[in-house]
Protein backbone atom coordinates (compact mmCIF):
# COMPACT_ATOMS: atom_id res chain seq x y z
CA UNK A 1 0.00 0.00 0.00
CA UNK A 2 2.62 2.46 1.37
CA UNK A 3 4.44 1.38 -2.00
CA UNK A 4 1.42 2.49 -4.13
CA UNK A 5 0.89 5.88 -2.14
CA UNK A 6 5.01 6.48 -3.43
CA UNK A 7 4.37 5.51 -6.77
CA UNK A 8 1.15 7.92 -7.01
CA UNK A 9 3.07 11.05 -5.22
CA UNK A 10 6.25 10.79 -7.66
CA UNK A 11 3.53 10.97 -10.56
CA UNK A 12 1.87 14.12 -9.33
CA UNK A 13 5.57 15.51 -8.67
CA UNK A 14 6.56 14.73 -12.03
CA UNK A 15 3.05 16.26 -13.75
CA UNK A 16 3.62 19.57 -11.94
CA UNK A 17 6.85 19.76 -12.08
CA UNK A 18 5.92 19.34 -16.74
CA UNK A 19 3.13 21.94 -16.22
CA UNK A 20 5.39 24.31 -14.16
CA UNK A 21 8.25 23.98 -17.25
CA UNK A 22 5.57 24.28 -19.98
CA UNK A 23 2.65 26.41 -18.61
CA UNK A 24 2.14 27.65 -22.45
CA UNK A 25 0.74 24.53 -23.85
CA UNK A 26 -2.51 25.48 -23.83
CA UNK A 27 -1.23 29.43 -25.11
CA UNK A 28 -1.44 30.27 -29.10
CA UNK A 29 0.48 31.28 -31.36
CA UNK A 30 -1.22 35.16 -31.15
CA UNK A 31 -0.82 35.05 -27.39
CA UNK A 32 3.10 34.28 -27.89
CA UNK A 33 3.17 36.92 -30.36
CA UNK A 34 1.45 39.70 -28.32
CA UNK A 35 3.67 38.80 -25.61
CA UNK A 36 6.52 39.25 -27.86
CA UNK A 37 5.38 42.84 -29.16
CA UNK A 38 4.88 43.71 -25.46
CA UNK A 39 8.27 42.48 -24.33
CA UNK A 40 9.96 43.91 -27.05
CA UNK A 41 8.23 47.73 -26.41
CA UNK A 42 9.49 47.10 -22.49
CA UNK A 43 12.53 47.05 -24.37
CA UNK A 44 12.74 43.03 -22.73
CA UNK A 45 14.33 41.74 -25.90
CA UNK A 46 15.98 38.21 -24.68
CA UNK A 47 11.98 37.72 -23.20
CA UNK A 48 10.55 38.85 -26.54
CA UNK A 49 12.86 36.85 -28.52
CA UNK A 50 11.67 33.21 -26.40
CA UNK A 51 8.17 34.62 -26.87
CA UNK A 52 8.58 34.58 -31.01
CA UNK A 53 10.08 31.81 -30.86
CA UNK A 54 7.53 30.29 -29.15
CA UNK A 55 5.42 31.65 -31.75
CA UNK A 56 6.44 29.74 -34.45
CA UNK A 57 6.94 26.67 -32.68
CA UNK A 58 3.13 27.16 -32.55
CA UNK A 59 2.80 28.46 -36.22
CA UNK A 60 5.83 27.69 -38.32
CA UNK A 61 4.02 28.95 -41.37
CA UNK A 62 3.59 32.47 -40.41
CA UNK A 63 6.08 35.29 -42.15
CA UNK A 64 5.21 37.59 -39.81
CA UNK A 65 6.94 35.47 -37.04
CA UNK A 66 9.95 34.22 -38.48
CA UNK A 67 9.81 38.34 -39.95
CA UNK A 68 9.78 39.80 -36.33
CA UNK A 69 12.43 37.25 -35.00
CA UNK A 70 14.66 38.14 -37.63
CA UNK A 71 14.19 41.72 -37.09
CA UNK A 72 14.77 41.36 -33.05
CA UNK A 73 18.31 39.13 -34.09
CA UNK A 74 19.30 41.68 -35.86
CA UNK A 75 18.44 45.15 -34.20
CA UNK A 76 18.64 44.28 -30.73
CA UNK A 77 20.21 40.45 -29.90
CA UNK A 78 23.34 41.68 -32.30
CA UNK A 79 23.01 38.42 -34.19
CA UNK A 80 23.00 38.62 -38.13
CA UNK A 81 23.55 35.15 -38.33
CA UNK A 82 21.03 34.34 -36.58
CA UNK A 83 19.09 36.86 -38.37
CA UNK A 84 19.23 35.85 -41.43
CA UNK A 85 18.19 32.43 -40.80
CA UNK A 86 14.65 33.89 -39.73
CA UNK A 87 14.84 35.83 -42.60
CA UNK A 88 15.38 33.63 -44.97
CA UNK A 89 12.60 31.52 -43.80
CA UNK A 90 10.44 34.24 -44.52
CA UNK A 91 11.60 34.71 -47.59
CA UNK A 92 10.39 31.31 -48.58
CA UNK A 93 7.09 31.84 -46.76
CA UNK A 94 6.28 35.42 -48.62
CA UNK A 95 9.20 36.84 -50.86
CA UNK A 96 6.95 40.33 -50.90
CA UNK A 97 6.30 40.49 -47.19
CA UNK A 98 6.60 44.28 -45.99
CA UNK A 99 10.05 45.53 -44.30
CA UNK A 100 11.50 41.82 -45.43
CA UNK A 101 14.14 43.80 -48.31
CA UNK A 102 15.35 46.17 -45.82
CA UNK A 103 16.05 43.48 -43.37
CA UNK A 104 17.68 41.69 -45.44
CA UNK A 105 20.01 43.72 -47.08
CA UNK A 106 20.78 45.35 -43.90
CA UNK A 107 22.15 41.66 -42.31
CA UNK A 108 23.95 41.25 -45.73
CA UNK A 109 25.63 44.27 -45.49
CA UNK A 110 26.60 43.56 -41.66
CA UNK A 111 27.86 40.24 -42.91
CA UNK A 112 29.77 42.02 -45.81
CA UNK A 113 28.25 39.88 -48.20
CA UNK A 114 27.89 43.01 -50.86
CA UNK A 115 26.03 41.64 -53.47
CA UNK A 116 23.33 40.05 -51.78
CA UNK A 117 22.70 43.60 -50.23
CA UNK A 118 22.65 45.17 -53.15
CA UNK A 119 20.10 43.21 -54.90
CA UNK A 120 17.79 43.42 -51.92
CA UNK A 121 18.53 47.40 -51.60
CA UNK A 122 17.29 47.42 -55.14
CA UNK A 123 14.15 45.63 -53.84
CA UNK A 124 13.42 47.63 -51.72
CA UNK A 125 13.01 50.72 -53.41
CA UNK A 126 10.77 49.28 -55.82
CA UNK A 127 8.13 48.67 -52.45
CA UNK A 128 8.37 52.52 -51.94
CA UNK A 129 7.77 53.94 -55.32
CA UNK A 130 5.06 55.83 -53.82
CA UNK A 131 7.68 57.22 -51.50
CA UNK A 132 10.10 58.55 -53.91
CA UNK A 133 12.67 60.14 -50.64
CA UNK A 134 12.70 56.25 -49.53
CA UNK A 135 13.01 55.06 -52.95
CA UNK A 136 16.07 57.05 -53.79
CA UNK A 137 17.35 56.26 -50.33
CA UNK A 138 17.63 52.59 -50.87
CA UNK A 139 18.22 53.01 -54.52
CA UNK A 140 21.74 54.69 -53.83
CA UNK A 141 22.37 52.12 -50.62
CA UNK A 142 22.33 49.56 -53.62
CA UNK A 143 24.83 51.36 -55.87
CA UNK A 144 27.24 51.91 -52.35
CA UNK A 145 27.12 47.68 -51.90
CA UNK A 146 27.54 47.27 -55.32
CA UNK A 147 30.64 49.96 -55.12
CA UNK A 148 31.42 47.91 -51.55
CA UNK A 149 31.72 44.58 -54.06
CA UNK A 150 34.04 46.36 -57.39
CA UNK A 151 30.93 46.22 -59.23
CA UNK A 152 31.60 49.93 -60.56
CA UNK A 153 29.27 49.43 -63.69
CA UNK A 154 26.67 48.52 -61.39
CA UNK A 155 27.19 51.16 -58.73
CA UNK A 156 27.73 54.57 -61.02
CA UNK A 157 24.31 54.24 -62.26
CA UNK A 158 22.15 53.53 -58.80
CA UNK A 159 24.31 56.20 -56.72
CA UNK A 160 23.80 59.14 -59.88
CA UNK A 161 19.92 57.83 -59.64
CA UNK A 162 19.59 57.95 -55.82
CA UNK A 163 21.53 61.21 -55.47
CA UNK A 164 19.46 63.42 -57.96
CA UNK A 165 16.53 62.00 -56.86
CA UNK A 166 16.94 62.59 -52.73
CA UNK A 167 15.79 64.81 -50.70
CA UNK A 168 15.58 66.12 -47.00
CA UNK A 169 18.00 63.99 -44.35
CA UNK A 170 18.39 61.18 -47.24
CA UNK A 171 20.57 63.73 -49.12
CA UNK A 172 22.48 64.73 -46.09
CA UNK A 173 23.31 61.58 -46.07
CA UNK A 174 24.88 61.13 -49.69
CA UNK A 175 26.52 64.03 -49.76
CA UNK A 176 30.08 62.97 -48.39
CA UNK A 177 29.44 59.38 -49.86
CA UNK A 178 28.53 60.30 -53.75
CA UNK A 179 31.24 62.45 -54.52
CA UNK A 180 33.79 60.28 -53.18
CA UNK A 181 32.52 57.19 -54.26
CA UNK A 182 31.88 58.29 -58.33
CA UNK A 183 35.43 59.81 -57.67
CA UNK A 184 37.07 56.51 -56.56
CA UNK A 185 35.52 54.64 -59.34
CA UNK A 186 36.93 57.54 -61.98
CA UNK A 187 40.07 56.81 -60.87
CA UNK A 188 40.22 53.45 -60.90
CA UNK A 189 38.94 53.74 -64.08
CA UNK A 190 41.56 55.32 -65.51
CA UNK A 191 43.89 53.23 -63.63
CA UNK A 192 42.56 50.42 -65.65
CA UNK A 193 42.68 52.43 -68.96
CA UNK A 194 39.12 52.35 -69.35
CA UNK A 195 39.21 55.93 -70.43
CA UNK A 196 35.77 56.63 -71.77
CA UNK A 197 34.11 55.43 -68.61
CA UNK A 198 36.65 57.33 -66.39
CA UNK A 199 35.60 60.77 -68.14
CA UNK A 200 31.78 60.36 -67.43
CA UNK A 201 32.44 59.51 -63.78
CA UNK A 202 34.86 62.30 -63.39
CA UNK A 203 32.50 64.45 -64.81
CA UNK A 204 30.02 63.61 -62.52
CA UNK A 205 32.18 65.15 -59.76
CA UNK A 206 33.20 67.82 -61.72
CA UNK A 207 29.65 68.82 -62.06
CA UNK A 208 28.73 68.07 -57.90
CA UNK A 209 32.38 70.30 -57.32
CA UNK A 210 30.73 73.67 -59.29
CA UNK A 211 26.73 72.88 -58.30
CA UNK A 212 27.17 72.35 -54.62
CA UNK A 213 27.74 74.70 -52.08
CA UNK A 214 31.16 73.10 -51.27
CA UNK A 215 33.26 74.29 -48.26
CA UNK A 216 37.19 74.62 -48.54
CA UNK A 217 37.45 72.04 -47.26
CA UNK A 218 35.14 70.02 -49.14
CA UNK A 219 36.36 71.49 -52.10
CA UNK A 220 40.25 70.14 -51.27
CA UNK A 221 38.48 66.84 -51.24
CA UNK A 222 37.56 66.91 -55.10
CA UNK A 223 39.51 69.60 -56.93
CA UNK A 224 41.85 67.25 -57.95
CA UNK A 225 39.24 65.50 -60.16
CA UNK A 226 39.56 68.89 -62.45
CA UNK A 227 43.29 67.90 -63.34
CA UNK A 228 41.64 65.52 -65.65
CA UNK A 229 39.91 67.90 -67.92
CA UNK A 230 42.82 66.76 -70.10
CA UNK A 231 42.66 64.07 -73.04
CA UNK A 232 42.86 60.87 -71.28
CA UNK A 233 43.66 59.01 -74.42
CA UNK A 234 46.28 60.87 -75.40
CA UNK A 235 47.87 60.56 -71.92
CA UNK A 236 47.31 56.96 -72.12
CA UNK A 237 47.90 56.08 -75.02
CA UNK A 238 51.13 58.02 -75.22
CA UNK A 239 52.22 56.73 -72.12
CA UNK A 240 51.50 53.21 -73.21
CA UNK A 241 53.18 53.35 -76.50
CA UNK A 242 56.59 54.58 -74.79
CA UNK A 243 56.72 52.28 -72.14
CA UNK A 244 59.38 50.15 -74.01
CA UNK A 245 61.50 53.19 -74.10
CA UNK A 246 61.14 55.36 -71.46
CA UNK A 247 64.39 56.64 -70.94
CA UNK A 248 63.06 60.20 -69.01
CA UNK A 249 64.78 61.30 -66.11
CA UNK A 250 63.70 58.74 -63.02
CA UNK A 251 62.55 60.73 -59.54
CA UNK A 252 62.93 58.31 -57.08
CA UNK A 253 60.04 58.68 -54.33
CA UNK A 254 59.47 56.69 -51.07
CA UNK A 255 56.56 55.60 -49.18
CA UNK A 256 56.57 55.76 -45.45
CA UNK A 257 53.50 54.26 -44.26
CA UNK A 258 51.53 52.83 -41.09
CA UNK A 259 52.06 49.43 -40.78
CA UNK A 260 48.32 49.09 -40.89
CA UNK A 261 48.46 49.31 -44.89
CA UNK A 262 50.66 46.40 -44.82
CA UNK A 263 47.36 44.73 -43.25
CA UNK A 264 45.42 45.52 -45.68
CA UNK A 265 45.13 44.49 -49.03
CA UNK A 266 41.95 47.42 -50.14
CA UNK A 267 44.88 49.97 -48.47
CA UNK A 268 47.87 48.62 -50.74
CA UNK A 269 45.63 48.56 -53.92
CA UNK A 270 44.21 52.16 -53.08
CA UNK A 271 47.77 53.78 -53.04
CA UNK A 272 49.03 51.60 -55.92
CA UNK A 273 46.10 53.18 -57.84
CA UNK A 274 47.09 56.98 -56.45
CA UNK A 275 50.85 56.82 -57.01
CA UNK A 276 49.63 55.25 -60.77
CA UNK A 277 47.89 58.24 -61.20
CA UNK A 278 50.24 60.95 -60.12
CA UNK A 279 52.89 59.08 -62.55
CA UNK A 280 50.81 59.52 -65.18
CA UNK A 281 50.23 63.46 -64.51
CA UNK A 282 53.85 63.68 -63.98
CA UNK A 283 54.82 61.96 -67.21
CA UNK A 284 52.03 63.76 -69.27
CA UNK A 285 53.43 67.04 -67.93
CA UNK A 286 56.76 66.46 -68.62
CA UNK A 287 56.26 65.52 -72.15
CA UNK A 288 57.90 62.15 -71.50
CA UNK A 289 60.46 63.40 -69.60
CA UNK A 290 59.89 62.37 -66.40
CA UNK A 291 59.70 59.50 -64.90
CA UNK A 292 58.43 58.10 -61.30
CA UNK A 293 59.71 55.41 -59.47
CA UNK A 294 58.04 54.29 -56.07
CA UNK A 295 59.14 52.26 -52.93
CA UNK A 296 57.28 51.12 -49.99
CA UNK A 297 58.23 51.10 -46.29
CA UNK A 298 56.04 50.14 -43.53
CA UNK A 299 56.89 51.61 -39.97
CA UNK A 300 54.76 49.68 -36.67
CA UNK A 301 52.76 51.74 -34.20
CA UNK A 302 56.23 52.16 -32.17
CA UNK A 303 58.33 53.68 -34.02
CA UNK A 304 55.45 56.34 -35.78
CA UNK A 305 54.56 57.28 -31.93
CA UNK A 306 58.67 58.34 -31.65
CA UNK A 307 57.95 59.93 -34.70
CA UNK A 308 55.13 62.11 -33.42
CA UNK A 309 56.25 61.75 -29.52
CA UNK A 310 57.78 65.41 -29.46
CA UNK A 311 55.00 67.00 -31.95
CA UNK A 312 51.94 65.25 -30.73
CA UNK A 313 52.01 67.18 -27.37
CA UNK A 314 51.83 70.06 -29.11
CA UNK A 315 48.96 69.95 -31.43
CA UNK A 316 49.85 71.83 -34.30
CA UNK A 317 48.05 72.41 -37.51
CA UNK A 318 50.39 70.77 -39.25
CA UNK A 319 53.52 68.81 -39.51
CA UNK A 320 56.99 70.43 -38.85
CA UNK A 321 58.92 68.50 -41.50
CA UNK A 322 61.97 69.27 -40.57
CA UNK A 323 61.34 68.48 -36.43
CA UNK A 324 59.84 64.95 -37.97
CA UNK A 325 62.79 64.69 -39.86
CA UNK A 326 64.64 64.57 -36.55
CA UNK A 327 63.64 60.74 -35.09
CA UNK A 328 61.75 59.94 -39.12
CA UNK A 329 65.00 59.80 -41.45
CA UNK A 330 67.31 57.30 -37.76
CA UNK A 331 64.05 55.22 -38.10
CA UNK A 332 64.46 54.57 -41.36
CA UNK A 333 67.94 54.16 -41.22
CA UNK A 334 67.60 51.28 -38.75
CA UNK A 335 64.96 49.72 -41.52
CA UNK A 336 68.06 49.67 -43.41
CA UNK A 337 66.77 52.40 -46.03
CA UNK A 338 69.40 53.67 -47.54
CA UNK A 339 68.48 57.55 -48.28
CA UNK A 340 71.13 58.33 -51.10
CA UNK A 341 68.36 56.30 -53.36
CA UNK A 342 65.52 58.74 -53.15
CA UNK A 343 65.00 62.21 -54.47
CA UNK A 344 61.82 62.48 -52.10
CA UNK A 345 60.19 60.95 -48.95
CA UNK A 346 56.57 60.52 -48.48
CA UNK A 347 55.72 60.46 -45.22
CA UNK A 348 51.84 59.50 -44.45
CA UNK A 349 50.83 60.73 -40.68
CA UNK A 350 47.84 59.20 -38.90
CA UNK A 351 45.34 62.29 -38.77
CA UNK A 352 44.13 61.51 -34.86
CA UNK A 353 47.44 62.95 -33.62
CA UNK A 354 46.58 66.61 -35.16
CA UNK A 355 43.27 68.83 -34.48
CA UNK A 356 43.69 69.86 -37.99
CA UNK A 357 45.60 67.49 -40.47
CA UNK A 358 46.51 68.39 -44.04
CA UNK A 359 49.66 68.37 -46.16
CA UNK A 360 52.70 70.33 -46.82
CA UNK A 361 56.01 69.80 -48.18
CA UNK A 362 59.60 71.10 -47.55
CA UNK A 363 63.69 70.81 -48.47
CA UNK A 364 65.82 68.91 -45.96
CA UNK A 365 69.53 70.32 -46.42
CA UNK A 366 72.86 68.61 -45.38
CA UNK A 367 73.73 71.49 -43.54
CA UNK A 368 70.75 71.12 -41.15
CA UNK A 369 71.03 67.43 -40.89
CA UNK A 370 74.85 66.53 -41.03
CA UNK A 371 74.82 63.12 -39.61
CA UNK A 372 71.83 62.10 -41.07
CA UNK A 373 71.56 62.93 -44.41
CA UNK A 374 75.66 62.87 -44.34
CA UNK A 375 76.46 63.15 -48.14
CA UNK A 376 73.12 63.84 -49.81
CA UNK A 377 72.68 68.04 -50.14
CA UNK A 378 69.12 68.10 -49.70
CA UNK A 379 65.98 65.33 -49.97
CA UNK A 380 62.59 66.30 -50.75
CA UNK A 381 59.80 65.79 -48.04
CA UNK A 382 56.43 65.32 -48.49
CA UNK A 383 53.33 64.68 -45.58
CA UNK A 384 50.15 63.67 -46.35
CA UNK A 385 47.73 62.90 -43.78
CA UNK A 386 46.02 59.60 -43.72
CA UNK A 387 42.71 61.10 -44.91
CA UNK A 388 44.37 62.32 -47.83
CA UNK A 389 46.62 59.55 -49.09
CA UNK A 390 44.64 58.71 -51.95
CA UNK A 391 44.40 61.75 -53.71
CA UNK A 392 47.13 62.38 -56.19
CA UNK A 393 46.11 65.45 -56.90
CA UNK A 394 47.22 66.18 -53.32
CA UNK A 395 50.31 64.60 -54.21
CA UNK A 396 51.00 66.81 -57.35
CA UNK A 397 50.22 69.99 -55.37
CA UNK A 398 53.13 69.48 -52.91
CA UNK A 399 55.18 67.75 -55.12
CA UNK A 400 55.30 71.20 -57.38
CA UNK A 401 56.23 73.20 -54.32
CA UNK A 402 59.43 71.50 -54.57
CA UNK A 403 59.69 71.86 -57.93
CA UNK A 404 59.65 75.58 -57.31
CA UNK A 405 62.11 75.59 -54.60
CA UNK A 406 64.50 73.47 -57.18
CA UNK A 407 63.67 75.63 -59.78
CA UNK A 408 63.85 78.95 -58.22
CA UNK A 409 60.42 80.04 -59.48
CA UNK A 410 58.91 82.43 -57.00
CA UNK A 411 56.89 83.49 -55.76
CA UNK A 412 55.97 79.90 -54.43
CA UNK A 413 52.25 79.56 -54.77
CA UNK A 414 51.33 76.15 -55.48
CA UNK A 415 47.49 76.23 -56.94
CA UNK A 416 44.22 76.04 -54.74
CA UNK A 417 41.12 77.12 -56.68
CA UNK A 418 40.13 78.14 -52.74
CA UNK A 419 42.41 80.16 -51.23
CA UNK A 420 42.23 82.96 -54.28
CA UNK A 421 46.04 81.86 -55.36
CA UNK A 422 44.76 82.59 -58.83
CA UNK A 423 44.77 86.53 -58.94
CA UNK A 424 48.69 86.30 -57.11
CA UNK A 425 49.24 83.74 -59.74
CA UNK A 426 48.23 85.73 -62.46
CA UNK A 427 49.87 88.69 -61.50
CA UNK A 428 53.35 86.80 -61.64
CA UNK A 429 52.97 85.03 -64.65
CA UNK A 430 50.98 87.28 -66.42
CA UNK A 431 51.72 84.71 -69.75
CA UNK A 432 49.94 82.48 -67.99
CA UNK A 433 46.29 82.38 -69.67
CA UNK A 434 44.98 79.25 -68.89
CA UNK A 435 42.33 77.67 -66.26
CA UNK A 436 42.49 75.30 -63.59
CA UNK A 437 45.21 73.52 -61.65
CA UNK A 438 46.58 71.07 -64.88
CA UNK A 439 47.20 74.09 -67.23
CA UNK A 440 49.17 75.83 -64.47
CA UNK A 441 51.48 73.18 -64.07
CA UNK A 442 51.52 72.65 -67.52
CA UNK A 443 52.41 76.40 -68.14
CA UNK A 444 55.39 76.16 -65.66
CA UNK A 445 57.02 72.57 -66.62
CA UNK A 446 57.05 73.52 -70.70
CA UNK A 447 58.24 77.04 -69.69
CA UNK A 448 60.03 77.25 -66.13
CA UNK A 449 61.14 73.64 -66.32
CA UNK A 450 62.46 72.18 -69.34
CA UNK A 451 63.96 75.02 -70.56
CA UNK A 452 66.71 74.02 -67.77
CA UNK A 453 66.63 70.64 -67.77
CA UNK A 454 64.47 68.04 -65.94
CA UNK A 455 67.47 66.02 -64.69
CA UNK A 456 67.54 69.46 -62.27
CA UNK A 457 63.53 68.28 -60.54
CA UNK A 458 66.00 65.45 -58.85
CA UNK A 459 67.22 66.75 -55.42
CA UNK A 460 70.85 64.35 -55.48
Not at 17 to 32: C, F, G, H, N, V
Not at 94 to 118: F, G, S, V
Not at 254 to 276: D, G, H, M, R, Y
Not at 423 to 443: H, L, T, V
Request: glycine share 4%; with cysteine; charged share 25%.
Amino acid sequence: MRFKQQILILLAISFSTLYAQTPSDSRSAKEYYRACVQESKAKNYIEAFENIKLAIQKDPNNPSYSLYAGWLALHHLKSPKEALTYLKRTEELDPNKKMLRQNLARTYRILKEWEKAAVNYKLAAEEYKTKPNKEAYYTFLAGEMYFKADAIEKSIPLLNEGWKSAGGKYKKYMRSKYPTMVYQSARKSLANLKLNQAKQYFDLVDNFVYQENLSETEMINYCSATFYSIDYQKIIDQYNANQPKRNGVKISFLSILPESVKNSPKAQEEFKITQKLFSFLIWNLSEGNMDCLFDWVYLDKEKYQLVFNRLSRRKPATVNLNQTAKTLLPALENEGINLVDFDTLIFFFDDTLFNRSRSSSSVLYQKDFPTLLGDIEKLGMISVAMKQAYTEGNYLHEYFHLLENQYGISPRHGFSPTYGYKANIRKAFPEWRGEGQFSYYKYHFQNSFAPKGYDKAKHH
